[in-house]
């Protein structure tokens, strides 16, 4: 018996997981890169290979929490919510969610690589070149729908269901600033973090992936269809000629740290509205998915939480306690520590746990540097 209950596998991840996904997914992309760099100029020249390539780098992410949960035996459907349920309200308010970040909050990333600009800093990021509608499909797949749930089921589904035994607050921040600098992007520094924010908000509220895989696909592909569109529309047009015309716009008579200082303000304040639809869909998208996976509040079933009836006007606390490890994989031990000390010790971090968030954490700020460096010709 006692054997069977030590094999038996977690419902949730904890915060030597989460250090532990960081490490696994450094180590694999090194290991791709290192082998990648091998291969003939010619050969990855070829758009195939290019693809397949840039597939394989977003599927490390999901070999990452794949690999971590056989190696620390964690369920990994309902410890990342991926046994959820979702609707086609779920899909619709996701969607409302995404374009409204992309309305009210790409002001601020603008004006984050405008302030780069000002500093001497130069794009370095590829433009994409569609070609063919074949083409804008094949991107789709590889920008928008393998991210979308790769990078989730990392980001989301394990690390921030690890930190969240140290509360939501940090839970969601922590993930979305890992999220931010594990992309080493600098020009889009800003977008990641916020929309981290946003998603890992959601996750931790509702427990969740697939909402937050299909904010994230609707957020990619949503960018990615209006670069396919824009090139369409200016298919015809002399590329010199759109890029004067740009010039033309972007070209102001007044101090540069002037206007990126009002630039700011104005962000700031269109931000704050778009904060203010986006919580009022954020706040559907849950009740919707609370709905779809509620087991009935007053059932007595292994997922049932404490409930609150009220009593001639007053609400009070009733009925039961029971641990939710399947719902968001929350840790039981609480239950089976008599006073709490263990539940005490398991959330403290351990020397290797340390070792490897900082040594994960000093890598991707390198390669964060690396990038900026790079924008500005060092």
Known sequence: MENLLETEKRKSFNITDSAFACVLFILFNFIFVFGYSFIPQYIRANKFVYYAAS??????FAAAAWTLAKIRKVDMIPATGMN????????????????????????????????????????????????????YLIYVIITCIAPAIFEELLFRGVIESGFKAYGEKIAIVVSALIF????????????????????????????????????????NFISITQSYLFEVATSGIDSSTVETVTDTVNTVAVNPWISVLIELIISLLWAYVGYCIVKRLIKKVIEESDR???????????????????????????????????????????????????????????????????????????????????????
């Not at 597939?55 to 490390?60: A, C, D, K």
């Not at 594990?182 to 427990?207: C, D, P, R, W």
Request: aromatic residues 14%; proline residues 1%.
């Open 292 to 378: 779809l996976n509620s087991t009935g509040s007053l059932a007595l079933s292994e997922n049932s939480a404490e409930t609150t009836i009220s009593v001639d006007g007053e609400a009070e606390q009733t009925i039961m306690k029971v641990s939710d490890s399947e719902n968001f994989g929350e840790s039981s031990t609480a239950a089976s520590s008599a006073d709490g000390k263990e539940t005490k010790e398991k959330q403290k971090l351990s020397i290797p746990c340390i070792v490897m968030f900082v040594a994960s954490g000093l890598y991707l700020v390198a390669e964060w540097i690396i990038s900026l460096l790079d924008g500005f010709g060092i």
């Open 84 to 135: 959820k349920k979702i609707s086609g309200k779920i899909v619709g308010y996701s969607f409302l969610i995404s374009l409204v970040c992309l309305i009210f909050f790409a002001s601020l990333t603008n004006t984050f690589v405008d302030f780069l600009y000002v500093c001497g800093y130069r794009s370095v990021l590829p433009d994409f070149e569609f070609g063919n509608f074949w083409t």
């Open 55 to 60: 597939f394989l780098i977003e599927f490390l």
């Open 180 to 219: 931010m600098i594990m992309h080493g992007n600098a020009e889009q520094t800003v977008h990641q973090f916020v929309i981290g924010l946003i998603i890992g908000y959601i996750f931790i509220k509702s427990g969740n992936l697939w909402i937050g895989v299909i904010v994230h696909f609707f957020n």
